[in-house]
């Protein structure tokens, strides 16, 4: 089937794009509470499931024997801007497992803000492992290595223990089962699986609310929960759609975007998970999208609500920064999670 329109792009009075996607809304029993377009369809998770996959790293206790802070546990879930914090973070999380730089498997990457990029230049120096935006996630991969007392070498192969832990957790999760026919690899190096956004969105309903998990994986995922909401920067970086939202709402919604237009989420106090994926892969309306539903789903106060209301609603810029149109949710996108949701 073809997925509909959820969001238009204008330039002047006229719409010049459009962006079509997906988007799944369920309980942690897996009921779906809304669906837009084709949420059976498998669709590789990317780096919006870092949460998920970091599971392993707090439930074996690895966390602990390597005494990671909130920010820590935080930057492995991150797809983090290679800022001097995050990257001095990593290695400090290297440096707690007996490691270096060196055993990074993600390969180097520059940093996302010009800025950041321009003091490696000045300083005559070149991106690392460190500045790869998923530097912190493999960096607790490398820990649990180390925990567990396997190899460290090959850590990012399917066939490795780390991975096949973290594959594991995933088909728990989402009780989906994850073959090599629907495997491929991440830009990071690591093994990424394909699943219908229904069993994305149920999986990250019971990680907000620990509906349906064992006592110690529902503490694991709390634990890795606070430490995303303590610590938002480290989960990206400044002036990022995920660490912008998870300030402003202060515990009330999780938030972490994948690369090719995906978005998960865990909404705790109304016991649902959002995954949704723009089929275009452009981060500029998945963000949309994401801001549209967290706007349909909560009551919000004024901060809460001036926040969303440039997320939904972005202004397309010209090179001289006046304003030539928007990026919107379409109406009928609008229609449909309202219905879904019961508003008006």
């Not at 962006?19 to 309980?27: F, K, W």
């Not at 999780?254 to 909404?267: D, P, Q, R």
Request: net charge negative.
């Amino acid at each position: 089937m073809d997925n509909p329109a959820l969001v238009d792009v204008t330039r002047g009075n006229l719409t010049e794009s459009i962006h079509r996607g997906s988007v799944a809304i369920a309980d942690a029993a897996g009921k779906l509470v809304c669906g837009i377009g084709d949420v059976e369809a498998r669709v590789f998770p990317r780096s919006a499931i870092k949460a998920l996959q970091a599971l392993p790293l707090v439930e074996s206790g690895a966390a602990d024997a390597l005494d990671l802070s909130d920010a820590e546990l935080a930057l492995a879930c991150a797809s983090h801007s290679g800022e001097e914090v995050h990257a001095n973070a990593a290695r400090v999380m290297l440096m707690k497992a007996g490691l270096t730089e060196d055993a990074l498997e993600c390969g180097p990457q520059w940093p996302h803000r010009m800025e950041d990029a321009a003091k490696l230049i000045l300083a005559d120096e070149t991106p690392c492992g460190l500045h790869n935006n998923c530097s912190g996630k493999h960096a607790g991969f490398l820990g649990l290595a180390k925990v567990m007392g396997v190899a460290t070498r090959g850590y990012v192969d399917p066939s490795h223990p780390v991975q096949q832990e973290v594959r594991l957790v995933m088909e728990q999760l989402t009780g989906e089962t994850l073959s090599e026919d629907v495997c491929g690899t991440d830009g990071c190096s690591i093994p990424t699986y394909a699943s219908p956004l229904r069993s994305f969105a149920k999986a990250f309903a019971a990680f907000g609310t620990g509906e349906g998990l064992e006592p110690l994986r529902a503490e694991a995922a709390e634990r890795i929960f606070d430490a995303c909401i303590n610590e938002p920067y480290m989960v990206a970086g400044a002036g990022r759609f995920c660490t912008r939202v998870m300030e402003g709402f202060r515990g009330r919604v999780f938030v972490k975007t994948g690369a090719e237009g995906v978005f998960c989420a865990s909404i705790p106090e109304l016991g649902f998970g959002v995954a949704l994926k723009c089929d275009d892969g452009a981060t500029r309306a998945s963000e949309v999208m994401m801001a549209t539903v967290l706007e349909a789903m909560l009551e919000l106060n004024d901060d809460e609500a001036s926040l969303l209301d440039g997320l939904v609603n972005p202004p397309v810029l010209t090179r001289r920064g006046s304003q030539a149109g928007h990026i919107r949710p379409k109406q009928d996108f609008l229609s449909a999670l309202k219905a879904a949701l019961g508003r008006r």
